[in-house]
């Protein structure tokens, strides 16, 4: 079956950095594209980044163009976050998810904290 499992959550000061990862498995990693959301308290469920199977392209909401970059590495089915310059309206729980056969899969989340 289908498994995401995201790590790599904190607490961090205004203006540091995380990386996520997610690692997948249940699937072929390498045939479809990947996604992080993230979802703050009392707010809607958003998406922050993707990237399309081969890494050929990538995808950002505006309000983390420049600060987050998306990656994966196919051979360890794993899909990335680095996530700089944080702010602190980035608190959120951030998931990895896939569309696959036409089901939405989510992990657990990992929760990251901007905060001083």
């Known amino acids: 079956q289908v498994q995401l499992v995201e790590s790599g959550g904190g607490l961090v000061q205004p203006g540091g950095s995380l990386r996520l990862s997610c690692a997948a498995s249940?699937?072929?990693?390498?045939?479809?594209?990947m996604s992080w959301y993230r979802q703050a308290p009392g707010k809607e469920r958003e998406l922050v980044a993707i990237i399309t199977s081969a890494s050929a392209s990538t995808h950002y909401v505006d309000s983390v163009k420049g600060r987050f970059t998306i990656s994966r590495d196919n051979a360890k089915n794993t899909v990335y976050l680095q996530m700089n310059t944080l702010k602190p309206e980035d608190t959120a729980v951030y998931f990895c998810?896939?569309?696959?056969?036409?089901?939405?899969?989510w992990g657990q989340g990992t929760q990251v904290t901007v905060s001083s």
């Open positions: 249940g699937f072929t990693f390498s045939n479809y594209p």
């Open positions: 998810n896939v569309d696959f056969q036409k089901n939405n899969y």
